[in-house]
């Protein structure tokens, strides 16, 4: 079973993709304590809770595999688009050094689609040099969630896979490409017991605008600070951090005459994450955070099914 080592975890969601395809997790690491909190309730492995430039690489159980979501504000759309001249941009050079040491057969990051145009191309150069100056072929991709899954949300991210060079002999790698029947929004929802905080009442000073927009059941809307924005292709906006922010950030729904914020619950099955994965009793704005910080679970499943198939060839 090929070992995994995890940074910049988040609550866990590419871990779980990889553990789904039968990847065994052997550390991770998570500074955020709220997310290290959800972290523990579903995984039982190694967690390292703290700052990534504290850490002892060489302290760590050695890995065949080293994947990382790593911080992508300065790269998006959302963020100031700083790149490298921003403290969390310099965040990949910390995986390079984990990579120096760990010497993984096969790498994977994943950031915002943004990243591969940042600073007109520069950037992303930058960062396919330092992985092919270390020895690695790379590989990359931007993909949209609603396009490989049957999940019904539009998210597009980068996957950047890295195999060492003197390693993929006559193999080659495939990012995972089906088109599948997405299926509609109102599989993810709750379909009673709401949570009273979530449902918005005549109180909400804008309530009349959003009753006379909101007219169907059958897709989701979002407050755009003076006006209501339907989705009209039925699918789930791109979940962000900024939904635990507070205000009107979370998606919103028409359900049986209420009009409310979608739980975290259903922002998690909105990024495929399996109803049996706990969420623990903290704030709710630290659970939306969380879930707009995460993957979409099944496309990290594919992705780690298709890597399986190249370095399982190797000796």
Same mark, same amino acid.
């Given at each position: 079973?090929?070992?995994?080592?995890?940074?910049?975890?988040?609550?866990?969601?590419?871990?779980?993709?990889?553990?789904?395809?039968?990847?065994?997790?052997?550390?991770?690491?998570?500074? &955020?304590?709220?997310?290290?909190?959800?972290?523990?309730?579903?995984?039982?492995?190694?967690?390292?809770?703290?700052?990534?430039?504290?850490?002892?690489?060489? $302290?760590?159980?050695?890995?065949?595999?080293?994947?990382?979501?790593?911080?992508?504000?300065?790269?998006? =759309?959302?963020?100031? *688009? $700083?790149?490298?001249?921003?403290?969390?941009?310099?965040? !990949?050079?910390?995986?390079?050094?984990?990579?120096?040491?760990?010497? #993984? /057969?096969?790498?994977?990051?994943?950031?915002?689609?943004?990243?591969?145009?940042?600073?007109?191309? +520069?950037?992303?150069?930058?960062? /396919?040099?330092?992985?092919?100056?270390?020895?690695?072929?790379?590989?990359? $991709?931007?993909?949209?969630?609603?396009?490989?899954?049957?999940? #019904?949300?539009?998210?597009?991210?980068?996957?950047?896979?890295?195999?060492?060079?003197?390693?993929?002999?006559?193999?080659?790698?495939? !990012?995972?490409?089906?088109?599948?029947?997405?299926?509609?929004?109102? &599989?993810?929802?709750?379909?009673?017991? !709401? &949570?009273?905080?979530?449902?918005?009442?005549?109180?909400?000073?804008?309530?009349?605008?959003?009753? +006379?927009?909101?007219?169907?059941?059958?897709?989701?809307?979002?407050?755009?600070?003076?006006?209501?924005?339907?989705?009209?292709?039925?699918?789930? #906006?791109?979940?962000?951090?900024?939904?635990?922010?507070?205000?009107?950030?979370?998606?919103?729904?028409?359900? +049986?005459?209420?009009?409310?914020?979608?739980?975290? *619950?259903?922002?998690? *099955?909105?990024?495929? !994450?399996?109803?049996?994965?706990?969420?623990?009793?903290?704030?709710?704005?630290?659970?939306?955070?969380?879930?707009?910080?995460?993957?979409? =679970? #099944?496309?990290?499943?594919?992705?780690?099914?298709?890597?399986?198939?190249?370095?399982?060839?190797?000796?």
């Amino acid at each position: 079973m090929f070992k995994v080592g995890s940074l910049y975890a988040g609550v866990g969601g590419i871990c779980l993709g990889f553990k789904q395809a039968g990847y065994q997790i052997s550390w991770s690491n998570e500074w &955020d304590k709220n997310a290290c909190i959800t972290y523990r309730e579903n995984f039982n492995h190694k967690l390292i809770e703290g700052d990534v430039w504290e850490i002892n690489e060489k $302290k760590l159980d050695k890995v065949d595999v080293i994947i990382a979501g790593f911080p992508c504000q300065s790269f998006s =759309v959302a963020g100031y *688009r $700083k790149g490298f001249n921003d403290e969390r941009g310099t965040h !990949f050079f910390r995986i390079i050094d984990f990579i120096e040491f760990h010497d #993984p /057969k096969v790498i994977l990051l994943e950031n915002v689609k943004n990243l591969k145009g940042h600073d007109k191309g +520069n950037t992303f150069k930058t960062i /396919k040099k330092s992985l092919n100056d270390r020895g690695y072929e790379v590989y990359d $991709k931007i993909i949209n969630t609603k396009e490989l899954t049957e999940i #019904p949300q539009n998210r597009e991210r980068i996957f950047i896979v890295c195999f060492k060079k003197d390693l993929l002999k006559n193999s080659d790698f495939i !990012f995972p490409v089906k088109k599948t029947k997405l299926n509609p929004v109102t &599989d993810y929802l709750d379909k009673k017991n !709401f &949570d009273p905080s979530l449902i918005y009442s005549e109180r909400f000073k804008h309530f009349d605008k959003l009753k +006379n927009e909101m007219k169907s059941e059958k897709t989701l809307y979002q407050w755009r600070r003076q006006y209501v924005r339907e989705n009209k292709n039925n699918l789930c #906006p791109t979940l962000t951090a900024n939904m635990g922010t507070g205000g009107h950030n979370v998606p919103l729904i028409l359900q +049986n005459g209420i009009i409310r914020k979608l739980s975290p *619950r259903e922002c998690f *099955r909105f990024q495929g !994450f399996p109803e049996t994965f706990k969420l623990p009793k903290i704030a709710k704005s630290q659970l939306y955070k969380q879930a707009g910080n995460s993957v979409s =679970v #099944p496309v990290i499943k594919k992705i780690a099914i298709e890597i399986k198939k190249v370095i399982r060839n190797f000796n």
